[in-house]
């Protein structure tokens, strides 16, 4: 038996300003979590978790710093709504990590830290 990709878990310090963040790129969270939530994305289910819980299994646990390891990726359906969403995302609790910019592969590309400083890149295809 061959293990299935399933899920992708982010810990959070603040789940509520967390799934108010999330919900800006679409994730549906149910209204009443608590100390966990997902959302489904077709086959993939997003996980949010508060530090509480990690720690609840892992007392040790220490959020990573001096960099990041992994991102969450957003397509976005133009370069304008990379802009549009990168901006918005800074609104609600965002951080910047690296502001719009045209990548040389040929998409809009942008990096914004989340309230609990995750990185999100957020992505378009830049008109040929």
Same mark, same amino acid.
């Given at each position: 038996?061959?293990?299935?990709?399933?899920?992708?878990?982010?810990?959070?310090?603040?789940?509520?300003? &967390?799934? %108010? #963040?999330?919900?800006?790129?679409?994730? $549906?969270?149910? !209204?009443?979590?608590?100390?966990?939530? *997902?959302?489904?994305?077709?086959?993939?289910?997003?996980?949010?978790?508060?530090?509480?819980?990690?720690?609840?299994?892992?007392?040790?646990?220490?959020?990573?710093?001096?960099?990041?390891?992994? &991102?969450? %990726? #957003?397509?976005?359906?133009?370069?304008? $709504?990379?802009? !549009?969403?990168?901006?918005?995302?800074? *609104?609600?609790?965002?951080?910047?990590?690296?502001?719009?910019?045209?990548?040389?592969?040929?998409?809009?590309?942008?990096?914004?830290?989340?309230?609990?400083?995750?990185?999100?890149?957020?992505? &378009?295809?830049?008109?040929?």
């Amino acid at each position: 038996m061959t293990p299935t990709f399933e899920a992708v878990g982010v810990v959070v310090s603040d789940l509520e300003r &967390a799934i %108010a #963040f999330y919900r800006q790129l679409g994730l $549906e969270f149910p !209204e009443d979590a608590e100390e966990h939530a *997902e959302a489904k994305v077709g086959d993939v289910r997003v996980l949010l978790d508060t530090e509480a819980t990690i720690r609840s299994f892992e007392p040790d646990w220490q959020p990573p710093t001096g960099g990041h390891r992994s &991102a969450l %990726a #957003f397509r976005c359906d133009s370069p304008t $709504e990379v802009d !549009e969403t990168y901006a918005r995302l800074l *609104e609600i609790g965002g951080a910047p990590h690296k502001e719009p910019w045209d990548a040389f592969w040929g998409m809009r590309y942008a990096m914004v830290n989340d309230p609990d400083g995750n990185v999100v890149d957020l992505f &378009a295809d830049l008109p040929k």
